[in-house]
Structure formats: structure tokens, C-alpha cells
T-cell receptor, first 111, second 117 residues
């Protein structure tokens, strides 16, 4: 099965600070997703990365997949309270199109 | 954008009863849907892959007689928790892709919180 390790497990930052969340796999990733979730609610799609070295941005959030396609990072610039939530990385299980997820990173942004 | 809708969003039932949760793709056809379970402060645990017109594929450790999945049409999959017990209380969430394989975006429903008394 695809094991995805996320770090840090939780993060508390002051509004305006930059932050990075990492997602690491021991195996090559084919299709890496980033989602945001507020507890008890559905997941909001942020970005999908497929190619080594690929980088995508949406507003103040940037995600990148390394060349080896085993690590992805999610970077938030000038964080705001609205960025608070749980960030989950997901990837398709090797040899299939079945998505599985890391344990998530809980982000709190203090105003 | 594509939308996946779940119903009900919250349900409370008595121990021993069965509960059905619906997952609908509102503006696209989904031959495959995924059902997840999430415990507080934990990640999504894949329960099963729901395949339109055929049997669902269950993950190891998930009881298929306990969690019945039916995917009778290209826009609807249902999860029935049979003879529910308090330990079945959880947040259940479904997802579907807008295209076959992994080329389509993966959209999630709003989730259904089940509380078994």
C-alpha cells in the first residue's frame, strides 16, 4: 500500500507568517493531491501534481513535487486565519487509481 | 465545478438499526466512487471502492456484510451500515473522479456524521 508521511503533524503560526507542510513517500508517487479540510466537513481540492519538478500555485498556496516524485511540499505565504484547517496529501495507490491519504497536518493561524 | 453530494449530513440512530448514506455526483458520471471513514483528528481510511454495475472492492479488515455498498447508477453510490453499533459512529465521506483513471479531479462529498446510540 502507499504510505504517505506528513510533517509536521500540527502547526501553529502567527498571521502573516509563511509555512511549509511536507508529504513524503518511500515509493514513487503517481498523482499527488493536496486537499484542505475543516474538521467534520468535506475536503476541498487544492492541487494535483503529476510530473517530477512540477509546481502549481493558487492564490497564496504553492505546491511542488520533487524530481524523484517521492516528496511534495505545500507552502503558504503570508498566512491568514482563513488558511486554518487540516491539510491532507493523497496519492494513488501504486498500480491503481485508488487514492489514499496521509494523516494530515492541522494548521492554526492566530490573528 | 464538479460536485459530489452526500446525504444525510448527520444521522443519529439506535444500536441495531441500519443506516443508509447516499453519495451522488451531481454534474458528471462516476463509474468509480470511494468510501472513506474518518476518526477524530485522524486521516481518511479507505473502506471500499464502489464500482458501477459490479461488486464493491473492500479494503482489508472492512466487513462487507457490515458495510453494504451499492452503485446502481453512474451518479449514485450508497453505503448502508447494517446493525449499527456505537463503535460504528464516525464520519463517513465519499469521493468520485470526474474522469476515468487518475486524469480527473477527485471530488469529495460533504461527509456524513453517524452517531449510534
Amino acid at each position: 500500500s502507499q504510505e504517505l508521511e506528513q510533517s509536521p503533524q500540527s502547526l501553529i503560526v502567527q498571521e502573516g507568517k509563511n509555512l511549509t507542510i511536507n508529504c513524503t513517500s518511500s515509493k514513487t508517487l503517481y498523482g499527488l493531491y493536496w486537499y484542505k479540510q475543516k474538521y467534520g466537513e468535506g475536503l476541498i481540492f487544492l492541487m494535483m501534481l503529476q510530473k517530477g519538478g512540477e509546481e502549481k500555485s493558487h492564490e497564496k498556496i504553492t505546491a511542488k513535487l520533487d524530481e524523484k516524485k517521492q516528496q511534495s511540499s505545500l507552502h503558504i505565504t503570508a498566512s491568514q486565519p482563513s488558511h486554518a484547517g487540516i491539510y491532507l496529501c493523497g496519492a494513488d495507490r501504486r498500480g491503481s487509481y485508488i487514492p489514499t491519504f496521509g494523516r494530515g497536518t492541522s494548521l492554526i493561524v492566530h490573528p | 465545478g464538479a460536485v459530489v453530494s452526500q446525504h444525510p449530513s448527520r444521522v443519529i440512530c439506535k444500536s441495531g438499526t441500519s443506516v443508509k448514506i447516499e453519495c451522488r455526483s451531481l454534474d458528471f458520471q462516476a463509474t468509480t466512487m470511494f468510501w472513506y471513514r474518518q476518526f477524530p483528528k485522524q486521516s481518511l481510511m479507505l473502506m471500499a471502492t464502489s464500482n458501477e454495475g459490479s461488486k464493491a472492492t473492500y479494503e482489508q479488515g472492512v466487513e462487507k456484510d457490515k458495510f453494504l455498498i451499492n452503485h446502481a447508477s453512474l451518479t449514485l453510490s450508497t453505503l448502508t451500515v447494517t446493525s449499527a453499533h456505537p463503535e460504528d459512529s464516525s464520519f463517513y465521506i465519499c469521493s468520485a473522479r470526474t474522469a476515468s483513471g487518475n486524469t480527473g479531479e477527485l471530488f469529495f462529498g460533504e461527509g456524513s456524521r453517524l452517531t449510534v446510540l
